[in-house]
């Protein structure tokens, strides 16, 4: 197969953008990122990943690729299965035909991983573009190169249980109708992330960073479950899946194609403010990394204010944003 | 951020593999730039598989005194909690936990240690002995 692999800041978008270009639509993954409006924040106190609360910086996952779905006119099929070796027969049957597979895996379980990073975590994507012997070629977008994954590996990873479970979820386009992107397609996509970060609800958007920082002044200072707190939300915010600085530069990026594309140039001065937005994101990382590590004290209300001038600025932000597609 | 200070600190972490980073070039696009890892990410990551590792030794000392059974060993080495074993075993969150007890463990049927095995990615003969 003659497929080009493309290196991701974020496996979902790096794979929708690698599989789309594969169809001959000009996809980027920062198009694809922002097309589908993926820019989020969510604080689920309610979900807990390892026994700490769920912070996610963009939407659950599956939104981008099915976000693509309508501005492309495209109809996707996704395919899961009860049993590893029915999802197995179907995978190299679709490869046989000669199409590339998107599949959603467990990290765990996938032997290329660097072991440091093999959390379990259920929500990874990769495309499949072929098989040789017991090996199947894996274009994993978050490697800067395709890798090979042995088939009970892959096996394995595809039908991990637990969080988000993949169930051997396989998916690749069946039609797209459109190879363009319109600019009224942009400005939706814009107008819904903007009234999303703008939720009148205290777990999303802005409002949900309120009250994480409010939570986070409450953490008693000489508490080692204070320290994996702290040192979880900023692997929720830059190691899982990009991250919330990371996020905010690929948004960033879409906002430059966006002005391009639909002509509005509004939006370039927009593009250089997230940017500035995600310096000072990876900032509060920073600090609170350090204090992880013990190089300055632990100051819960220090990193809740910081993540207040986060909330505050992100606001005025995307009510200018809004403001600028209206 | 910019080009220029894009973190190239070769995060252990990331075994030698590089993440891709948007930043600004010259001229204020900004383009995909891979990088070598952030001091940050690399502590917390280190700090959250620590907490993993750290778990693991603690049940592996206890297995080796009596205390609790290889099983327990296995699940944290394996970076699992009972929730997480229960649901990749099929099994009752309860019933994992009194696997757990070493007098329960050693009692277990082939066809229950077989499902742990399983569930686990190790052979029969790992599951019921400590490295």
Known sequence: ?326 | MDLDVVPQEGNATLGGHCKLMYARDAGGRLVGVPSRGWEAEEIVTSHAVDVLLARAEAARERAARGLASPLEYWMHQRRMDVALLSQTSGLWQWRVRRHLRPGRFARLSPALLARYAQALGLEVAQLKGLP
């Open chain 1, 1 to 326: 197969m003659n497929f080009q692999h493309q290196h991701a800041a974020h496996c979902e978008s790096g794979v929708i953008a690698n599989l789309l270009r594969h169809h001959g639509v000009p996809m980027s993954e920062s198009l694809a990122f922002g097309l589908a409006g993926a820019l989020s924040f969510a604080y689920l106190p309610f979900v807990k990943v390892s026994g700490l609360p769920l912070i996610a910086y963009r939407m659950p996952p599956k939104a981008i690729i099915k976000g693509m779905i309508g501005p492309l006119q495209a109809r996707f099929r996704f395919e899961t299965f009860s049993a590893p070796a029915a999802g197995e027969r179907r995978l190299d049957e679709l490869l046989g035909q000669g199409r590339l597979v998107g599949v959603q895996t467990s990290v765990f379980w996938l032997p290329y991983f660097p072991p440091d990073m093999r959390f379990h975590f259920n929500a990874h994507n990769l495309l499949v573009y072929g098989r040789e012997g017991q090996d199947y070629l894996v274009s994993d977008p978050v490697f800067e190169t395709p890798m090979r994954c042995p088939a009970p590996d892959l096996s394995r990873a595809r039908f991990a249980r637990g969080m988000l479970a993949p169930k051997g979820l396989l998916y690749y386009p069946e039609s797209v109708g459109r190879k363009e992107i319109t600019p009224e397609a942009l400005r939706h996509a814009i107008r819904k992330a903007a009234g999303r970060m703008l939720a009148p609800l205290p777990i999303v958007g802005v409002r949900g960073m309120r009250t994480l920082a409010g939570r986070l002044a409450r953490l008693p200072r000489d508490d080692a479950g204070s320290l994996d707190f702290v040192g979880h939300m900023v692997r929720m915010q830059e190691e899982i899946g990009t991250g919330g600085a990371g996020f905010r530069f690929v948004y960033a990026a879409f906002l430059q194609e966006a002005a391009q594309i639909a002509a509005m140039p509004q939006l370039m001065p927009l593009s250089d403010r997230l940017t500035a937005i995600g310096d000072d994101w990876r900032r509060l990382a920073l600090a609170a990394a350090r204090m992880v590590k013990g190089r300055d004290a632990l100051d819960p209300p220090a990193l809740a204010r910081l993540l207040r001038a986060q909330a505050d600025a992100e606001e005025s932000f995307f009510r200018d944003l809004r403001a600028a597609v209206a």
